[in-house]
């Protein structure tokens, strides 16, 4: 009798593991496409790197920040591909790291969830010059993505239906 309930309760463990397996290596899977789509996005401009941000909803706001540099003149697109996401999260571009005070924001977009959306650092060098008052260019953005909270969820363990990945794919014009 002690050996069956070891059996079975090994057996369990075993069927839980895979499936968790089977869920996370289809949610890279997924991701994978979706760089792909993202990519394919970026054309006429060429393909410059890609940054992929994982993430679980918690019961309260996150806030997680990617740096992008912007090197001489060159103009940049960017794809952000948002099919990852369980729950909807919003972007926000800023000129400064979210440490500082007085940063400026670029460019927000909500209801990201199950969407591709498209940015050019030209409409970003733009907004910059016009609230700044400068010719300068932008070397440098900070993209934040905002979490918001989830009711209920799991902060210690989370679940598939919590685990969440933007897609940022960037390309510059040759």
Do not use: C, H, W
Not at 32 to 54: C, H, N, V, W
Not at 143 to 171: C, F, H
């Amino acid at each position: 009798m002690k050996k069956s309930l070891i059996l079975l309760s090994f057996l369990s463990f075993a069927v839980i593991f895979a499936q968790t397996a089977a869920n996370l290596t289809e949610f890279k899977e997924n991701i994978a496409a979706q760089k792909i789509e993202a990519k394919s996005q970026l054309k006429p401009y060429r393909f410059d790197g890609s940054k992929i941000t994982y993430f679980n909803f918690k019961t309260y706001k996150q806030v997680k920040e990617v740096e992008v540099y912007l090197f001489n003149s060159t103009d940049y697109r960017f794809s952000f591909n948002g099919k990852s996401l369980p729950n909807d999260i919003t972007i926000e571009i800023y000129d400064q790291e979210k440490a500082i005070g007085d940063r400026i924001l670029l460019k927000k977009f909500d209801g990201i969830k199950g969407k591709n959306i498209l940015v050019e650092s030209t409409e970003l060098n733009t907004v910059y010059q016009q609230k700044t008052k400068t010719t300068a260019r932008l070397k440098r953005v900070f993209v934040d993505y905002v979490i918001t909270a989830i009711p209920g969820a799991q902060n210690q363990t989370p679940t598939m239906k919590e685990r969440g990945a933007m897609v940022l794919v960037m390309g510059y014009k040759n």
